[in-house]
């Protein structure tokens, strides 16, 4: 159970929660595209693109949501050196209580107990907090970010950060007027196979990229109940649309550059009817109606003109796949059902006459020889810390990488990986599909949340080799 534990986002219930308000943002068509309005940056507002803070040598970490991802992040940050955790806040006292016993199982000091409510407005109001950690639902992510981040501190939220459109100019609002990082927590850039793959990109072995996919896919039928309060289930019920594109969506924008030299420009959705969304939802809710469809497709056109493949599924016995794969020019990469990177010919074994009656040509390039490309391209942060990585965990080590970097950067002034535009980018697909599908699967264009800036940093090649 212990290696599914990613599925469970924690944690503190929430009281009342019903269907999400709809967006109240105005939009337009045009020229057929539906286009959402992207509101004028505020007068002292400014960029947070590659923002940075001034060097933190002892990050103060304190935790909201403790209930399923919230215990395993106080875990890992246990592990890190130069932190402190200083408040530990759940709606529940006795998770609190049990991930105390997590810091004193690595001989460190009790943290300050918040629970109740309001206990997490208490937490965000010390003065000794540096970074707030949020692994709450859904539903709790930006009001608890935007909080934070008014009160002077760093934010970290699970994924999605954001469920609307309003939410996610909430988000890049409140840090660029704070002048504080927000980043959501998307662990899949960090896993091994994607890190590796990004380093050969960015050193050209793929040629030009031309197109990118990923999906979350996965059966929950064994898991609705973990999720307290049925929150989860319930919010499917009521939203249509790829409600969690960001762990098949976060890798493809980074193999892209997006908003990092290049942007998404616009996208299109189509879904099937619901069938196993629907009986669950009978079952468990008694609900006559469902809106999250058991199959959504997702398509995304960018200002360079490559693509991107998206699929969300949760219902039907599928394998579990992020899909991940790369398409460029000169190769390509995939990780589901099958891992592998495949060439020409030449660039593997020298020149060679190819067999065109040979299908068995056109395939991954033999077990050896990637294993000597993984191991020449390693990425840099993998290669540093790779070894506790898979020692401490999370997801088998990706959810430390990501925790460790996050830390690093903070401990020496530096941009963050992901930042918050990455968290609008990634987390508002929920919202463009359903307006895409409840149109007729017509076009819906992209914001751009960093207000014409898409272009002024050159590549996350930049932003991740410090």
Same mark, same amino acid.
């Given at each position: 159970?212990?290696?599914?534990a990613?599925? #469970?986002?924690? &944690? ?5 929660w019903?269907? /999400? ?6 939009? /337009?068509?045009?020229?057929?595209v ?10 002292? !507002? ?26 395993g ?9 130069g ?7 759940? #709606? ?7 991930? *105390? ?9 009790a943290?300050?107990?918040y ?6 407005? @208490? ?14 639902p859904? *539903? ?20 999605? &950060? ?8 909430q ?6 007027? +704070? ?12 896993d091994? %196979?994607?890190? +590796? ?17 990923? /999906?979350?896919?996965h ?25 969690y ?8 924008c !980074? ?18 009817? $619901?069938?196993? =969304? ?12 469902f809106?999250?469809?058991?199959q959504t497709?997702?398509?995304?056109? +960018? ?41 020409r010919?030449?660039?593997?074994? =020298? ?17 050896? &020889?990637?294993?000597?490309?993984? @191991? ?17 965990g999370?997801?088998? =080590?990706m ?8 830390v690093?950067?903070? *401990?020496? =002034? ?20 359903a307006? $895409?599908?409840?149109?007729? $699967? ?6 751009d ?5 898409w272009?002024?940093?050159?590549? %996350? ?6």
């Amino acid at each position: 159970m212990k290696k599914f534990a990613f599925l #469970l986002f924690s &944690a503190a219930a929430v009281l009342c929660w019903g269907c /999400s308000t709809p967006p109240a943002e105005g939009y /337009s068509i045009v020229d057929g595209v539906i286009v959402f309005d992207v509101p004028a940056r505020a007068e002292g !507002q400014h960029s947070v693109l590659r923002l940075t803070v001034d060097p933190i040598p002892v990050v103060r970490v304190g935790f909201i949501g403790l209930g399923m991802r919230g215990p395993g992040a106080v875990e890992r940050f246990a592990n890190i050196d130069g932190v402190e955790i200083v408040a530990l806040c759940d #709606l529940y006292p006795e998770r609190v209580d049990k991930s *105390q016993e997590i810091l004193a199982g690595h001989n460190l000091p009790a943290a300050a107990p918040y629970s109740g409510e309001e206990g997490w407005k @208490e937490l965000c109001l010390r003065d000794d907090i540096d970074l707030v950690y949020i692994c709450t639902p859904w *539903q709790l992510h930006v009001p608890m970010a935007v909080y934070a981040m008014e009160h002077g501190k760093h934010v970290a939220v699970e994924v999605p &950060a954001a469920m609307s459109l309003d939410e996610c100019w909430q988000l890049v609002d409140t840090a660029e007027k +704070t002048q504080r990082h927000c980043m959501m927590l998307e662990n899949c850039v960090y896993d091994f %196979f994607e890190l +590796t793959t990004l380093n050969m990109a960015q050193h050209g072995l793929f040629g030009e990229i031309l197109h990118t996919e990923g /999906s979350y896919i996965h059966n929950l039928e064994p898991y609705w109940d973990y999720y307290q309060g049925n929150w989860r289930l319930d919010f499917n019920q009521s939203h249509r649309g790829d409600v969690y594109a960001t762990h098949g969506l976060g890798p493809a924008c !980074q193999l892209l550059d997006i908003h990092r030299g290049d942007k998404m420009n616009y996208l299109v959705a189509m879904d099937t009817k $619901s069938v196993n =969304g629907l009986k669950l939802a009978k079952e468990k809710m008694g609900a006559e109606t469902f809106a999250n469809a058991d199959q959504t497709l997702t398509l995304i056109k +960018t200002e360079r003109g490559r693509t991107i493949l998206l699929e969300h599924n949760v219902y039907t016995p599928r394998p579990y796949s992020r899909m991940y794969q790369l398409t460029g020019t000169e190769g390509f990469a995939n990780k589901y059902p099958v891992e592998g990177y495949a060439f020409r010919p030449e660039q593997i074994a =020298g020149e060679e006459i190819p067999d065109h009656e040979n299908l068995s040509e056109h395939s991954f390039i033999p077990q050896a &020889a990637k294993a000597a490309l993984m @191991e020449r391209y390693k990425h840099p942060i993998a290669r540093d810390i790779e070894e506790k990585a898979r020692r401490v965990g999370g997801h088998g =080590g990706m959810d430390f990488i990501m925790d460790y970097r996050l830390v690093y950067c903070l *401990q020496h =002034g530096l941009p963050l990986d992901q930042d918050v535009y990455d968290a609008a980018e990634w987390s508002c697909i929920g919202s463009l599909t359903a307006a $895409s599908l409840e149109h007729n $699967s017509m076009p819906v264009a992209v914001p751009d949340f960093t207000r014409g800036d898409w272009d002024k940093v050159d590549g %996350f090649r930049h932003a991740m080799a410090q």
